[in-house]
């Protein structure tokens, strides 16, 4: 057997682990209403296709390219490209980055209301559209949550892979999925919470557009932690002798399921209540889900509200930790730099680059009114759409790219055989090889070079 370098102590642990990475905001906020709002049944359909076609492959990929290496992403762009292709992990690390920048003031939000729900009056306000509008405008409360949310964090990465990583997803995964189950079961008891299910998963074919294509092949790339390497830093962390097709199989299928739940918990909790439909829109969470806790009455308000809000903070916050470690990892193999130093110097850099984004909600005007693309944005906005929305996919790309044409699909072949001696000629590995070589690159470029124009050029390209 193969040395590996010190990680994760069993298949489980990585699955926990990837499958933390990857449920998080995304799954949670953003799939139930792109999905209730884009053709319900029809659009799951469409995702399912992209998280097959683009997800699966491009994740194993990540992964074997990780723990191929055993090294973080910059490490492994120069082991397996040449070194002059190391700066495409950088990328990725500067990436991962500022993507933490924002993902931990939205992660703020969900834990400070938490906080305010469980402990606080803040279900008992008479306007939670109003009140969420002032939250976030608020320099204190966005300060001390975000830090919190911060140090959370690096209180995790700063344990390392196994103490801290491991130990941590495998505690927090299974509370993520019974908080889940629990509430889907109580809000499938709410009056008109069928209406609701039919209403998220009837197929309504005429609202697929191209548009629609592409949001559902961003979506599940997003959704999938994928383009910026934070598989390949996982990966690298996987013992020799685990097979990686389970794991990235376990990972792809846990995502997906926790997304589609949550639309099984979202759409009856907006139907029980009597709001539109359209309520079921970007603003769900933070403004409308508090009037329809409210509406449960004091106790119970408190206690599904309370259960909501850590749900999404517990997701959010396995999703925030493998976003540091990215860049941690990179000093700690790259530069040599100890772990300690690494995750405390990177989590305040962090930090100070995601205040302007905590202040563009109201805060400071110039930072809550930039237009770009013919549209007013907020700064985290801006930083969402140049890292997430258009520097995932083309981080993706590349890495298809570089996979196939400078690693080689044959060197591929060879880490994923180590732990699965059934893979080389298998079907997993005749449609992986065949995805990521001539499907994955193709459609990752129609997500980067569309969202690229329509965020920034206003020019719908579909
Ligand atoms: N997959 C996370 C979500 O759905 O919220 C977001 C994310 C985490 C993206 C980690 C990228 C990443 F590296």
């Known amino acids: 057997m193969a040395i590996s370098r010190k990680g994760f102590s069993s298949r489980l642990g990585f699955v926990a682990a990837a499958a933390g990475s990857a449920v998080g905001l995304g799954n949670i906020w953003k799939f139930p209403y792109e999905t209730a709002q884009n053709g319900g049944g029809a659009f799951l359909l469409l995702y399912l296709i992209c998280v097959v076609l683009i997800g699966f492959p491009v994740m194993m990929g990540e992964i074997s390219l990780g723990r191929a290496t055993q090294t973080n992403p ?18 990725g690390v500067i990436g991962g ?4 920048s924002f993902y931990n003031v939205v992660a703020g939000w969900a834990f400070g209301y938490f906080i305010e729900i469980s402990f606080g009056s803040l279900l008992s306000e008479p306007d939670h559209g109003a009140f969420f509008g002032a939250y976030v405008a608020n320099i204190t409360d966005n300060l001390i949550f975000s830090m919190v949310f911060m140090v959370l964090t690096a209180v995790v990465v700063l344990r390392g892979i196994q103490g801290g990583i491991e130990s941590a997803s495998k505690l927090l995964m299974p509370l993520l999925f019974l908080i889940l189950i629990g509430l889907i079961i109580y809000a499938l008891t709410l009056p008109n919470a069928m209406a609701g299910i039919s209403y998220y998963l009837l197929p309504d074919f005429s609202k697929i557009q191209l548009s629609t294509i592409n949001s559902a092949m961003g979506q599940a790339f997003f959704s999938l932690s994928l383009g910026m390497g934070a598989l390949i830093t996982y990966g690298s962390y996987i013992p020799k002798d685990d097979n990686v097709t389970a794991s990235a199989s376990i990972v792809t299928l846990a995502d997906t399921a926790v997304a589609f739940l949550a639309g099984l918990l979202m759409l009856p909790l907006v139907f029980s209540s009597g709001e539109p439909p359209e309520a079921s829109g970007p603003g769900l969470v933070f403004t409308i889900l508090p009037g329809i806790f409210h509406a449960m009455g004091p106790l119970v308000g408190r206690i599904v509200g309370g259960a909501f809000f850590l749900l999404l903070s517990v997701a959010a916050l396995t999703s925030t930790i493998s976003l540091l470690e990215v860049p941690v990892s990179y000093l700690v193999d790259d530069r040599k730099v100890g772990r300690k130093p690494a ?14 984004s905590m202040l563009s909600f109201g805060a400071v005007d110039w930072l809550s009114d ?17 890292f997430s929305e258009v520097g995932l996919p083309l981080g993706g790309l590349i890495m298809s790219l570089l996979i196939v ?40 470029g129609f997500i980067f070079i569309s969202n690229l124009m329509e965020k920034f050029f206003g020019i719908s390209v579909f």
């Open 370 to 386: 930039i237009t770009y693309g013919g549209a007013s944005h907020s700064f985290l906005d801006l930083i969402n759409d140049v």
């Open 74 to 91: 910059v490490g492994a762009y120069r082991k397996a490209a040449g070194p002059k292709w190391s700066w495409v992990g950088l990328i």
């Open 97 to 100: 980055m500022m993507i933490l």
């Open 405 to 444: 044409h400078r690693w080689g699909t044959n060197r591929m072949r060879e880490e994923l055989t180590n732990g699965n001696p059934a893979y080389p000629g298998s079907r997993v590995e005749r449609f992986v090889r065949f995805t990521l070589t001539y499907i994955s690159p193709v459609l990752l």
């Open 343 to 356: 995750v405390i110097g990177i989590a305040s850099i962090i930090f100070i680059i995601g205040l302007p």
